[in-house]
């Protein structure tokens, strides 16, 4: 063999030795640590970040969502159910335009019967204002401007009230109850038929209650439904002849002037109109012995 592929092949020899030397040498232990600590930073800031979407996601759900019994049997309800499917997107889009972004509010219904609308206003829970969120016509009406006094005279009522009742199987779709005969109506009504079972409802026909269609009260129902589900006891409906601003009260005592005793009680209930116009908050009704309403202010 000549000397030359002796060399040859001595080199090839010990780069081999050398290649697999390299090969399967033992990390140092300053790269094992910094290779550990580099992934536990990445597992920690994973973590981290895992964690913080956790908290988001929950959050969201306590301030999308409640626990409450009340919602939990109302959602038992077929009628409940697609009128959540189809309307609460659209409530939480209307709450937002007025920067309510929040479900946990708390709610106030007013009606004029001349102008024959429905508003509904809303303010987030722990503040003072309140914010108009939606209005709706009424698709049908009944009675003559004035309050209502005995069973069958097919009037709405006039004055200051409250929902007492969520019905999720009415013969109008849904509907929520208005507190007819109330303490003034009591007093000042027909004490052996005052009539009760006053609505705001589904369908177009009434007797006495305000329908606004079955596709308006799924709206309506889902907000009161979450309004008292986040601790509103009482939800208040003002139901007023016309708007009480002072050119139409006017007009309506010019119209009436024959009519004292309408005027009187329409004189009554003016400046809880006024409050609510001037300030956005409610103002406290007391019940006067002979069935007159205070206006209680600030």
Same mark, same amino acid.
């Given at each position: 063999?000549? /000397? +030359?592929?002796?060399?040859?092949?001595?080199?090839?020899?010990?780069?081999? $030795?050398?290649?697999?030397?390299?090969?399967?040498?033992?990390?140092?232990?300053?790269?094992?640590?910094? !290779?550990? +600590? &580099?992934?536990?930073?990445?597992?920690?800031? +994973?973590?981290?970040?895992?964690?913080?979407?956790?908290?988001?996601?929950?959050?969201?759900?306590?301030?999308?969502?409640?626990? &409450?019994?009340?919602?939990?049997?109302?959602? *038992?309800?077929?009628?409940?159910?697609?009128?959540?499917?189809?309307?609460?997107?659209?409530?939480? #889009?209307?709450?937002?335009?007025?920067?309510?972004?929040?479900?946990?509010?708390?709610?106030?219904? =007013?009606?004029?019967?001349?102008?024959?609308?429905?508003? /509904?206003?809303? =303010? %987030?829970?722990?503040?003072? !204002?309140?914010?108009?969120?939606?209005?709706?016509? $009424?698709? %049908? +009406?009944?009675?003559?401007?004035?309050?209502?006094?005995?069973?069958?005279?097919?009037?709405?009522?006039?004055?200051?009230?409250?929902?007492?009742?969520?019905?999720?199987? &009415?013969?109008?779709?849904?509907?929520?109850?208005?507190?007819?005969?109330?303490?003034? @109506?009591? /007093?000042?009504?027909?004490? *052996?038929?005052?009539?009760? @079972?006053?609505?705001?409802?589904?369908?177009?026909?009434?007797?006495?209650?305000?329908?606004?269609?079955?596709?308006?009260? =799924?709206?309506?129902?889902?907000?009161?439904?979450?309004?008292?589900?986040? #601790?509103?006891?009482?939800?208040?409906?003002?139901?007023?002849?016309?708007?009480? @601003?002072?050119?139409?009260? @006017?007009?309506?005592?010019?119209?009436? %002037?024959?009519?004292?005793?309408?005027?009187?009680?329409?004189? &009554?209930? !003016?400046?809880?109109?006024?409050?609510?116009?001037?300030?956005?908050?409610?103002?406290?009704?007391?019940?006067?012995?002979?069935?007159?309403?205070?206006?209680?202010? !600030?």
């Amino acid at each position: 063999m000549k /000397v +030359s592929s002796i060399i040859v092949l001595f080199v090839l020899l010990v780069g081999v $030795f050398f290649t697999v030397a390299y090969c399967t040498r033992q990390p140092s232990a300053k790269s094992a640590n910094t !290779k550990k +600590s &580099s992934m536990k930073n990445k597992n920690t800031k +994973s973590t981290s970040t895992n964690t913080a979407g956790d908290a988001a996601n929950n959050n969201t759900v306590a301030i999308q969502d409640t626990n &409450s019994p009340f919602k939990t049997q109302q959602m *038992t309800y077929e009628r409940v159910t697609y009128a959540y499917r189809k309307k609460l997107p659209i409530i939480k #889009g209307l709450l937002k335009q007025q920067n309510i972004n929040t479900l946990n509010i708390e709610l106030f219904i =007013r009606a004029m019967k001349q102008e024959r609308l429905v508003e /509904v206003w809303a =303010r %987030e829970k722990g503040t003072q !204002k309140f914010k108009l969120i939606r209005t709706y016509k $009424f698709c %049908e +009406s009944s009675g003559v401007l004035g309050p209502k006094r005995k069973e069958g005279d097919n009037q709405i009522p006039e004055g200051f009230y409250h929902i007492d009742r969520f019905n999720p199987v &009415s013969k109008f779709h849904l509907s929520l109850g208005v507190n007819y005969p109330n303490r003034s @109506d009591k /007093v000042l009504g027909d004490t *052996t038929a005052l009539g009760g @079972d006053i609505f705001i409802h589904g369908d177009c026909v009434t007797v006495g209650c305000i329908p606004i269609t079955d596709n308006n009260i =799924r709206e309506l129902y889902v907000f009161a439904v979450e309004a008292k589900a986040r #601790g509103q006891k009482k939800i208040p409906v003002n139901i007023f002849p016309a708007r009480l @601003d002072e050119a139409n009260f @006017d007009k309506l005592k010019a119209k009436h %002037e024959a009519a004292d005793s309408l005027v009187k009680f329409w004189e &009554s209930l !003016k400046p809880g109109y006024q409050y609510f116009e001037e300030t956005k908050e409610l103002p406290t009704i007391i019940f006067a012995k002979d069935g007159r309403y205070i206006v209680k202010t !600030k």
